[in-house]
């Protein structure tokens, strides 16, 4: 190799990671809140708390908007059986809940679910051009293991997981396989505190640093205050 051929092949090696390396964007997070369930007792948030308390708890959608997407963290609920099963208030199918941000759910490109609980997977397929991005091993336990023993699937609704196997069925699916997963640039998901069989929350890179939307890996303030976690048994 002459010197010419020999500068321009380190120029390449030292120059084009840099060229590779893109800024992550910078997301803007809303969050959008869809319903209230009135008088939830606070023990099934808050281990070991006073089985008197209840709080009217907000049931929350996260959108994260930045780098030409539009990736909504959880999904909420719509199916009638949740009306049946729980008293649920101030009620706006979650998808309708963008129309407060201008944005139609055809605009949604990702929805990344942090577990297979009913009020957060159910709505997966409200959106019909995202990516789903699920815990691999969320998605083989309760499509799988989980049904074999009557107290493994607690908060699981079956229509949710056909729902999750269908639309992986039609490579909608993502899998996210395990912790510190970077899916998009600058949208990690890690494993959380085994909420379910393998929960996740998501860090986002924004203007003022990462934001962590925890999910149900940390219902409450309280439970960051009192470094207590969530009732093992919860079902939302
Ligand atoms: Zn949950």
Known sequence: MDRRAAARAFAALVFAPLLL??????????????????????????????????????????LVRGGGRNILVDSGFYRDQFFKQWHVTDFVKPSDTLQRVGLKPEDITDVVITHMHWDHADGMDLFPKARIWLQKDE????????????????GIDPDDVLAVVKLNTQRRVGLVN???????????????????????YVAVNTAVGTVVLASDNMYLYENLEKHVPIDRKSVV
Do not use: N
């Open 21 to 62: 390396a893109q800024p992550k964007p910078q997301y803007e997070i809303y969050a959008l809140r869809y319903a209230t369930i009135p008088g939830f007792q606070v023990s099934g948030l808050v281990a070991g708390a006073d089985p008197g308390r209840k709080l009217d708890i907000a049931m929350m959608i996260w």
């Open 139 to 154: 998605l083989e336990y309760y499509a799988g293991a989980a049904w074999q023993s009557p107290r493994t699937h607690g």
């Open 178 to 200: 395990g912790d510190a997963q970077e899916i998009l640039p600058g949208v990690t998901c890690y494993l959380g505190g085994k909420h379910t069989y393998a929960s996740q």
